[in-house]
T-cell receptor, first 116, second 113 residues
Framework: AQKVTQAQTEISVVEKEDVTLDCVYE???????LFWYKQPPSGELVFLIR??????QNEISGRYSWNFQKSTSSFNFTITASQVVDSAVYFC?????????????FGGGTRLMVKP | DTEVTQTPKHLVMGMTNKKSLKCEQH?????MYWYKQKAKKPPELMFV???????INESVPSRFSPECPNSSLLNLHLHALQPEDSALYLC????????????FGPGTRLTVT
């Protein structure tokens, strides 16, 4: 069975600090997909990134970067020079390719608070 | 355009009421989803529609009744709900049911009194 663990339930940083959100996953599949979503206080989940299991290249998008390491089953998310607008709950999620239902398994979420 | 819209934003209903939640997307997606999210928890999948047919029902009580009138619309009909059904109800869509990313709407915050 697939499982996603986000060990950090809450993180508080001061604006302009860098912050890394951890995500560890479990799956028996060799083909799977990993996602990060942001949920601001307004409630909408905003898609940030999708990564498939065959692509271990790290990705950078502006202040956001993702580190995918299959050896440690981790898909960590770093925000550089954090801003108050980054305050939100961040969910890591996993989808297995053999599961035709495309059921996203979410981690418990990490609440990030960026203080001015 | 990656927008999924949901109405209403807020809904308060009594346990004997009948109400409906609506969801709409115009991205040409053929898979649509309903999720329920309680405070400080991740979303929980309720239903999946693929090509307007119900594909997955995650053992949801019959007081929740989904409907997909066409490829752009998804409804969730509510009847005889319980106070514990109070939650944020999120709709999502994806290109196909499979490994594609899902795009979520802003949700309907439901309170059952």
């Amino acid at each position: 069975a697939q499982k996603v663990t986000q060990a950090q339930t809450e993180i508080s940083v001061v604006e302009k600090e860098d912050v890394t959100l951890d995500c560890v996953y479990e799956t028996r599949d060799t083909t799977y997909y990993l996602f990060w979503y942001k949920q601001p206080p307004s409630g909408e989940l905003v898609f940030l990134i999708r990564r498939n299991s065959f692509d271990e290249q790290n990705e950078i998008s502006g202040r956001y970067s993702w580190n995918f390491q299959k050896s440690t089953s981790s898909f960590n998310f770093t925000i550089t020079a954090s801003q108050v607008v980054d305050s939100a709950v961040y969910f890591c999620a996993l989808s297995e390719a053999v599961d035709a239902g495309n059921m996203l398994t979410f981690g418990g979420g990490t609440r990030l608070m960026v203080k001015p | 355009d990656t927008e999924v819209t949901q109405t209403p934003k807020h809904l308060v209903m009594g346990m004997t009421n009948k109400k409906s939640l609506k969801c709409e997307q115009h991205m040409g997606h053929r898979a649509m989803y309903w999720y329920k999210q309680k405070a400080k928890k991740p979303p929980e999948l309720m239903f999946v529609y693929s090509y307007e047919k119900l594909s997955i029902n995650e053992s949801v009580p019959s007081r929740f009744s989904p409907e997909c009138p066409n490829s752009s619309l998804l409804n969730l009909h509510l009847h005889a709900l319980q106070p514990e059904d109070s939650a944020l109800y999120l709709c999502a869509s994806s290109h196909r049911q499979g490994d594609y990313e899902q795009y979520f709407g802003p949700g309907t915050r439901l309170t059952v009194t």
